[in-house]
């Protein structure tokens, strides 16, 4: 199993759909848990988990190992 900075490399020099996958089902769990926690509706909260992981995958090409 990879780690995330592993994952976030995948992403970031093959765009690997792989390797979003996984990261989303590592972490979708926490933004979910963080949004409801901060009294979000299950709407609210299904579109902050989109937009979070839509722009991770928009973003993914600047990512950087040295950043860590």
Request: hydrophobic share 35%.
């Amino acid at each position: 199993q990879l780690s995330d900075e592993n994952l976030l490399i995948a992403l970031a020099e093959g765009g690997e759909e792989e390797a979003l996958k996984q990261f989303y089902h590592r972490h979708s769990g926490k933004v979910l848990g963080y949004c409801l926690k901060k009294g979000f509706s299950k709407e609210s909260t299904e579109e902050v988990l989109q937009i979070v992981f839509l722009q991770l995958w928009r973003k993914r090409t600047h990512y950087s190992a040295q950043y860590k």
